[in-house]
Nanobody, 126 residues
Framework: DVQLQASGGGLVQAGGSLRLSCAAS????????MGWFRQAPGKEREVVSC????????YYADSVKGRFSISNDASKNTVYLQMNSLKSEDTAVYYC???????????????????RGKGTLVTVSS
């Protein structure tokens, strides 16, 4: 079974940085999209960033462009999200998600969140 293990959340002051990691295991496919989405209390789920399994294609929501950077280590099926210049509005539970094989959007974002990890809380204090 596919399992996703996310880590790296925490409390940080506005303007600070955090790095999230998500390791996938149990994969039976090597062509996939992987990414992060977040959900804040009372708000809709928002896709933050996605990356292809090769690491050559990435997607960023407008709200995080220029501040967040996604990368991966394909040999470890691990994706990272470097978050810089954090703002209070970035406060949310962040989830990593993995497409079910090639079930990803043109931006390599997983469709349907068939595989997703437990969330990690990011709190940005102002």
């Amino acid at each position: 079974d596919v399992q996703l293990q996310a880590s790296g959340g925490g409390l940080v002051q506005a303007g600070g940085s955090l790095r999230l990691s998500c390791a996938a295991s149990g994969l039976s496919f090597d062509d996939y999209g992987m990414g992060w989405f977040r959900q804040a209390p009372g708000k809709e789920r928002e896709v933050v960033s996605c990356i292809s399994s090769t690491g050559t294609s990435t997607y960023y929501a407008d709200s995080v462009k220029g501040r967040f950077s996604i990368s991966n280590d394909a040999s470890k099926n691990t994706v990272y999200l470097q978050m810089n210049s954090l703002k209070s509005e970035d406060t949310a539970v962040y989830y990593c998600a993995l497409s079910n094989g090639r079930d990803y959007s043109p931006d390599y974002c997983p469709v349907g969140y068939h595989h997703r990890g437990k969330g990690t809380l990011v709190t940005v204090s102002s």
